[in-house]
């Protein structure tokens, strides 16, 4: 196994990571005004801070996306809008010349035939090199715990309790707090879009015929709907976790 930065892909690699991308998470991320604005200029700015895991035939297993950003405050006081503040604070820092402080992870992806098999430890562990050989302080990573799309109208606080087995029932919680990671806070307004009602109904392949709370698969918290205003609106809470 072996990582490369995103300068290094060649076309074939590069169309993996796409296809990726494109597989390993709900379609209303991909609504999402902001990244739709951002990421391209993420991956023209930070090419050296998106790394992928390949293995020896040349297979992608896995990759982290992440960039560098200024932080003056104190964890305890991080943006309730964690994702979204992240990604454009990066790159507004580095439009604007600031010195960034802080490493910032915006999501780890393992290719679903390659899960369960340790590769996002390795990811990790790989970040955590990188923050090490920088003058970064910390790799800050706002989480979107993996099975809390089954428990949508629970809020992150209660869900960030939940245990089975006396242990915490997230997977992806677990794979973190066992690699190093402090829990920060609750981030209650991570990731937020919203659209007119067609905006949704693609989204849903569906007529919406009432407001209230609609459940989209795969979305962390119900998209609100509001006929007579012709609006929805989704907001989906992360986790703020640290690195030192």
Same mark, same amino acid.
């Not at 991570?190 to 949704?200: E, H, L």
């Given at each position: 196994?072996?990582?490369?930065?995103?300068?290094?892909?060649?076309?074939?690699?590069i169309?993996?990571?796409?296809?990726a991308?494109?597989?390993?998470?709900?379609?209303?991320?991909s609504?999402?005004?902001?990244?739709i604005?951002?990421?391209?200029?993420?991956?023209?700015?930070?090419?050296?801070?998106?790394?992928?895991?390949?293995?020896d035939?040349?297979?992608?297993?896995?990759?982290i996306?992440?960039?560098?950003?200024?932080?003056?405050?104190?964890l305890?006081?991080?943006?309730?809008?964690?994702?979204?503040?992240?990604?454009?604070?990066?790159?507004?820092?580095?439009?604007?010349?600031?010195?960034?402080?802080?490493?910032?992870?915006?999501?780890? *992806?393992? %290719?679903?035939?390659?899960q &369960? =098999?340790?590769?996002?430890?390795? !990811?990790?562990?790989h970040?955590?090199?990188?923050?090490?050989?920088?003058?970064?302080?910390?790799?800050?990573?706002?989480?979107r715990?993996?099975?809390?799309h089954?428990?949508?109208?629970?809020?992150?606080?209660?869900?960030?309790?939940?245990?089975?087995?006396?242990?915490?029932?997230?997977?992806?919680?677990?794979?973190?707090?066992?690699?190093?990671?402090?829990?920060?806070?609750?981030?209650?307004?991570?990731?937020?879009?919203?659209?007119?009602?067609?905006?949704?109904?693609?989204?849903?392949?569906?007529?919406?015929?009432?407001?209230?709370?609609?459940?989209?698969?795969?979305?962390?918290?119900?998209?609100? *709907?509001? %006929?007579?205003?012709?609006? &929805? =609106?989704?907001?989906?809470?992360n !986790?703020?976790?640290?690195?030192?």
């Amino acid at each position: 196994m072996h990582f490369l930065t995103l300068d290094q892909l060649n076309n074939v690699q590069i169309a993996q990571y796409k296809q990726a991308i494109a597989r390993a998470f709900p379609r209303v991320l991909s609504a999402s005004s902001v990244i739709i604005r951002n990421w391209p200029k993420l991956e023209q700015y930070f090419p050296k801070q998106q790394h992928f895991l390949f293995s020896d035939q040349g297979e992608l297993l896995g990759f982290i996306n992440s960039l560098p950003f200024h932080y003056a405050g104190s964890l305890e006081d991080l943006p309730e809008n964690g994702w979204d503040w992240m990604i454009v604070k990066g790159i507004t820092d580095y439009e604007n010349g600031n010195h960034p402080n802080y490493l910032g992870g915006l999501q780890v *992806i393992v %290719l679903k035939k390659h899960q &369960g =098999r340790g590769y996002s430890k390795i !990811i990790l562990s790989h970040a955590k090199k990188v923050l090490r050989n920088s003058s970064l302080s910390k790799l800050l990573i706002p989480i979107r715990p993996t099975k809390k799309h089954l428990f949508p109208s629970m809020s992150m606080e209660e869900y960030l309790l939940k245990q089975e087995q006396n242990k915490t029932y997230d997977p992806w919680i677990r794979t973190h707090l066992s690699g190093g990671a402090q829990i920060v806070k609750v981030c209650t307004d991570s990731m937020t879009i919203q659209g007119d009602v067609p905006f949704w109904e693609k989204l849903f392949d569906k007529k919406i015929n009432s407001s209230g709370q609609h459940v989209l698969t795969g979305a962390l918290a119900p998209i609100r *709907i509001d %006929l007579e205003n012709n609006i &929805g =609106r989704y907001v989906e809470a992360n !986790i703020w976790v640290k690195y030192d």
